[in-house]
């Protein structure tokens, strides 16, 4: 192993995996170098970055987890190392992930891949990807174009990247765990326009009824150039597409009489709720026009709460790649989490893939079983860009180091 290679190569990676997708632009992750031989990182979640309210599985969190960890997989195997994931531990804000680093030496990262004789490095997809699609990939919350053949196509690539590369491997479970180290299902279906626009009425009902929430949401938006965060993290009023003036008018307002309700402790409200979120949300083209709408989900026997930390981590990165694979098509995704947050509009969702939805990776992993339901865990819009997308802004702050420590004594 050369380690003085293996350094720029992980920096590097971490660079690429700061890229990575996260709920309201959170960005959770908190990587350190522990040991340099073998090369091993810790990545812990930073409780300051959860949304404990609207995200109280820790469903969110957990899958920004995977995407950073995929991410971090596609940088490494680009340059020619390996990154495997090792262990999950914890739960909640409490999880840590343990990934090595090793060199494989190889000219042709993805032939390497391929072709090992090592089962768990050849089901591993992350080398058919490069870290230049890791910076491309956007959302866009702007207005979509619908393209059914360029998604048809996607998904197709999709499918077959995932029978190639087979499931993404299982991090071997504890020892007094003695369930197969399968990996969870993925369930995927398309949602039709009526239902799309009975689910953002649920949504927001569902936000109008929880005060606190909307705080939790309010308080990860940058509408302000001047905020310290703008360059940060959080959704800016530019990533929003909202106009200066209205950023200007929503900020005023929610500095103002909003602002008064939503700190004052008041149980029932009638804020402007419609303007506020009229604001936020994106404005959503007519049937003719709309862009198609896409659930994600899993099995459990026992609704979210039923999947591991571990499970939510290997989810996360098979919806990088789904994403990953949609930006090679041209496509862009706009992603609407409260859809699912919302315990009415989950259910509709859970129905919907119960009903129509499909296995779009792990297919043959696992055998249902009785008592398992369909638990929705991404919802987004995809389409064509009607025009430039901004760029949302990303912690520059390096992965930390822990310090060496002293030989142990015997």
Known sequence: MDESRLNPIAERAFRVAARAPSAHNTQPWR???????????????????????????????????????????IAC????????????????????????????GAADPGRAVRESSDREAAVSGSAAFRSAEVHARQVDRGRLEPDDTALADALAEFSALTELSAPLPAVPRPAEDRSSPVPPAVLLAQIPEPLWARLNGRAALHIAQTPAMLRETLDWLRLDPADPRWAEDGLTADCLRLPRWEAAMLRRLLESGLGRELTGGAEHWQPPLARVLGGLRQRLPGPRSAPAR??????????????????????????????????RHGLKVSVQSELKDSPASAALLAGLLGERGVDAGAPRSRAHTRGEAPVPFAVFSVGRSTGPVPRSHRLTRPAERAPARAPERR
Do not use: I, N, Y
């Open 77 to 104: 195997a680009e340059a020619g190392a390996r990154a495997r994931l090792t262990a999950v531990t914890g739960a909640g804000p409490q999880t840590v992930l343990t990934l090595e680093v090793t060199d494989t």
């Open 294 to 327: 896409l659930v994600l989900g899993t099995r459990a026997s026992d609704s979210a709460a039923g999947v591991s930390a571990q499970d939510w981590v290997v989810l996360g990165r098979s919806l990088l790649r789904l994403w990953l694979v949609l930006a």
């Open 31 to 73: 990587p350190a170098v522990v040991r340099l031989s073998p090369l091993t990182v810790r990545v812990a979640v930073d409780p300051a970055r959860t949304l404990p309210l609207a995200d109280p599985l820790h469903m969110d969190t957990l899958l920004g987890m995977g995407c950073w960890t995929e991410a971090f997989s």
